[in-house]
């Protein structure tokens, strides 16, 4: 099983869009105690698990436009996992979900599990 490895630098958003980061400040904002994700307040230590997915698109030409025109390339989700509850952010281009990501490994104070592609952080087995 794998999970996040901490890391011990902070990340940033140098590296997004002024459209991402506007974005993100409205629906992620972590800080050293807690995460507010899409408005819910969610400490640190009640974090379990991060699952990262590609999200669907339409196979054929309809789903190339939208994924290459419209969204700008491939999107991902994110979804946190705090007990019986979940807040997923929808829809974020690679750099989005690896700033989400890198920043869970930062923050979270015990070993968050992780589901998803490769490369989003770095991961160890427990």
């Not at 997915?53 to 946190?80: C, D």
Request: hydrophobic share 40%.
């Amino acid at each position: 099983m794998s999970y996040l490895q901490r890391i011990n630098y902070r990340p940033t958003l140098d590296a997004l869009s002024e459209r991402e980061r506007d974005m993100l400040g409205r629906t992620f904002d972590p800080a050293s105690t807690d995460v507010i994700i899409n408005g819910d307040v969610v400490p640190w230590h009640n974090v379990e698990e991060v699952e990262v997915a590609v999200a669907a698109r339409q196979k054929g030409p309809s789903g190339w436009i939208v994924r290459n025109l419209v969204m700008q390339g491939e999107r991902y989700h994110v979804a946190l996992y705090f007990g019986r509850e979940e807040q997923v952010l929808t829809n974020l281009s690679r750099g989005a979900a690896e700033y989400v990501v890198k920043s869970i490994a930062y923050y979270a104070p015990k070993p968050v599990r992780y589901t998803g592609p490769d490369g989003f952080a770095p991961l160890t087995e427990v």
